[in-house]
């Protein structure tokens, strides 16, 4: 077991983080009396924000019920535990092994609800702040023609945003935390899941195809891109940041945005669906993420080139949501990983009182990558998710239903 050291959040912590390993925990304000959570942080590497180092941030189960991440986050953490004996950390790495101490607590009469707060419905991963605008009065009128040193600027101006947020209550204390870890980073890597599912990802249409490595070594069977999904997810208020400021910075300039590079490649990892909970398993999504870490400098190390992909990447707005006609009993008649035809009954919905049978059908060409697992739908609830590479929907218009 490596040595714990207790440390206060902040620059304190990074200025005294001169050793190899330090785990702190990081309380959580706003909580009700008597409680005190706290989020475990793994460090590895000399300081978290140093400029001339890659870094990476991980985080698993920020939605508190999706269990697979929090076990390869083990296997990580285990890797990563190794790699630091043998000297092998070559950049700053934090791994977060369970992202979410409020979702974890929610069991309520034998189920877990870590999916959205219980005090307010508010999902977790959603409403993370938007922190183009207030970096961009930050930076305005700092920003030159060095790419590397606007980079630089524009993650000390994050830094001192997030540093800024008063909070109100214990989830938005959570997101404060947890984006103030990762805000800096060049890679950020929060590991989800789905209902069931094959593995797939999300990430930015500007992180295309940066992030092929990432999906080829995972092996994932579909990849989502979006520039604005609508919610403000966790990945996208890391990497967004740099598209929407540029944005920002662009307007009104009559000679453009000074070089500005996409400096974030975030992505949501969807390790399947929520019983793919396997050892074996989630070692090798571990050892994926290992060698992609390693190939991005992370660690030292020789690593092979990527196996080829095993998907194309599509539009997040070219997803199909397959809706329940009727609520009833869902009977699937695809199964993950199928190819459908537009118009193809997914699933058939069974009335309880009439008996009808109401098939619900594909309204694109593509891969079944999503079901849900409960058996009994509401009306108009997403039974099933389709990749189709044409868009149905406009980017930024809630993209994330089913996430
Ligand atoms: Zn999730």
Not at 30 to 53: C, E, L, N, Q, Y
Not at 166 to 174: I, N, P
Request: hydrophobic letters at 45%.
């Amino acid at each position: 077991m490596a040595p714990i050291r207790r440390l206060p959040y902040g620059p304190l912590a990074r200025a005294e983080a001169q050793m190899p390993l330090t785990t702190e925990e990081i309380a959580l304000d706003h909580g009700f009396p008597g409680t005190r959570r706290s989020v475990t942080v793994h460090r590895f590497g000399p300081a978290a924000a140093s400029a001339d180092r890659p870094k990476a941030y991980i985080q698993a189960a920020l939605h508190a019920d999706e269990i697979p991440g929090l076990l390869v986050a083990q296997h990580i953490l285990a890797r990563l535990r190794a790699a630091d004996a043998e000297g092998r950390v070559r950049g700053d790495i934090i791994l977060v092994p369970y992202a979410n101490p409020i979702g974890l607590s929610q069991a309520v009469l034998g189920t877990a609800i870590g999916r959205f707060a219980l005090s307010n419905g508010v999902n977790f991963n959603r409403d993370f702040p938007d922190l183009a605008a207030p970096v961009a009065d930050r930076v305005m009128d700092r920003l030159g023609q060095d790419a590397g040193t606007n980079v630089a600027l524009v993650r000390q101006a994050a830094r001192e945003a997030i540093a800024a947020w008063e909070t109100a209550t214990e989830a938005d204390s959570l997101r404060k935390i947890l984006l103030g870890l990762a805000i800096d980073a060049d890679v950020v890597l929060d590991l989800h899941c789905d209902s069931e599912a094959l593995l797939h990802a999300y990430t930015g249409t500007e992180s295309w195809p940066d992030a092929s490595d990432l999906v080829a070594e995972l092996g994932c069977r579909a990849v989502f891109l979006a520039l604005e999904s609508g919610g403000n997810p966790f990945d996208e208020s890391c990497s967004g940041l740099w598209w929407r400021l540029r944005n920002r910075l662009t307007t009104g300039r009559p000679g453009g945005a000074p070089p500005l590079p996409a400096a974030c490649l975030a992505a949501t990892i969807e390790l399947r669906g929520r019983r793919d909970v396997d050892d074996a398993q989630a070692a090798a999504d571990a050892d994926a993420l290992i060698r992609f870490l390693t190939r991005r400098g992370l660690l030292a190390g020789e690593v092979a080139a990527p196996p080829a992909p095993a998907c194309q990447a599509t539009p997040l707005a070219g997803v199909d949501r397959v809706r329940a006609p009727v609520a009833g009993v869902v009977l699937y008649t695809v199964a993950l990983g199928d190819t459908v035809a537009v118009g193809q009954t997914v699933a058939e919905v069974v009335d309880p009182v009439t008996g009808i049978r109401h098939p619900a059908r594909a309204r694109t060409p593509g891969i079944v990558w999503a079901r849900a697992e409960q058996r009994y739908t509401a009306a108009g609830a997403i039974i099933t998710s389709i990749a189709g590479d044409r868009p149905l929907a406009e980017e930024g218009s809630g993209l994330l239903t089913a996430r």
